[in-house]
């Protein structure tokens, strides 16, 4: 089985050469984010969006054609359409499974999906420093969806009583967005947990100035609450 990378950074495993060119590895990593086969026309004008649309569809052409039959074979060639073959395996279409996994509020999450490998499969970013804008637009989706993921596997994980892995997400959770108020909170009720008390002063202290700094806003009511409520309770 061939395995492409897009988490963390493009890599490809399980085979014996390299890619040709830049243009094979944008190929191939377009194509991982698509779960179905495209058009060559809208790959050519994603991949390419400043030429003509002869020109694109000509560089495309000629990607396919630099490209080491090793590389090549990992794709499924149409008359319209390219499309990964199916024995290419991309990180990011599991770890996409498994956030969407974790999103019902209802449902209990399998033991599995709050592993360590399991959190660890929801803290890398897509393709960091690549600015094409289809990575982009992938980047920011899977920015979302994967907070999501890791607060809902920390709330799983302290209510198993799994505090230093659900510290661990919810850490993940706020290096992904910093302002965000609920990934704070899934850190400060960790630590509440644990009867770390002072530690989770300090996280919404200086979460405080963050957002202060940054915003101008301070901590929505709620939260204000939630710490108040243990600060008093200590006095």
């Known amino acids: 089985m061939v395995r492409i990378s897009l988490l963390g950074g493009f890599s490809i495993s399980g085979t014996g050469s390299r890619e040709t060119s830049s243009g094979a590895r944008r190929l191939l990593a377009f194509l991982a984010l698509r779960m179905n086969s495209v058009n060559r026309a809208s790959i050519a004008g994603s991949l390419w969006p400043e030429a003509t649309e002869h020109k694109a569809s000509l560089s495309l052409r000629s990607t396919l054609t630099r490209m080491d039959p ?8 149409g008359s319209t359409t390219l499309a990964l073959s199916e024995k290419v395996e991309v990180d990011l279409h599991y770890s996409h499974r498994l956030a ?19 959190v660890a499969a929801l803290s890398d ?12 637009a992938a980047a920011e989706d899977w920015r979302g969806l994967r907070m999501n993921g890791l607060e809902a596997q920390t709330r799983e994980l302290v209510r198993l009583h799994r505090l230093p892995e659900a510290g661990v997400a919810a850490r993940a959770a706020i290096a992904v967005e910093p302002l965000r108020e609920s990934a704070q909170a899934a850190l400060i009720r960790v630590h509440f947990a644990e009867g770390n008390q002072s530690e989770a002063f300090r996280v919404y202290d200086r979460y405080a100035l963050l957002l202060d700094d940054a915003l101008g806003l301070a901590p929505t009511a709620l ?13």
């Open 70 to 77: 090793e590389h090549r074979d990992l794709l499924e060639v």
């Open 100 to 118: 969407l996994r974790l999103l019902p509020m209802n449902t209990v999450p399998l033991l599995a999906d709050i592993s360590t490998s399991a």
């Open 125 to 136: 970013e897509l393709l960091p420093d690549w600015y094409d804008e289809w990575v982009i």
């Open 223 to 235: 939260l204000t609450a939630l710490v108040r409520a243990q600060r008093g309770a200590l006095q």
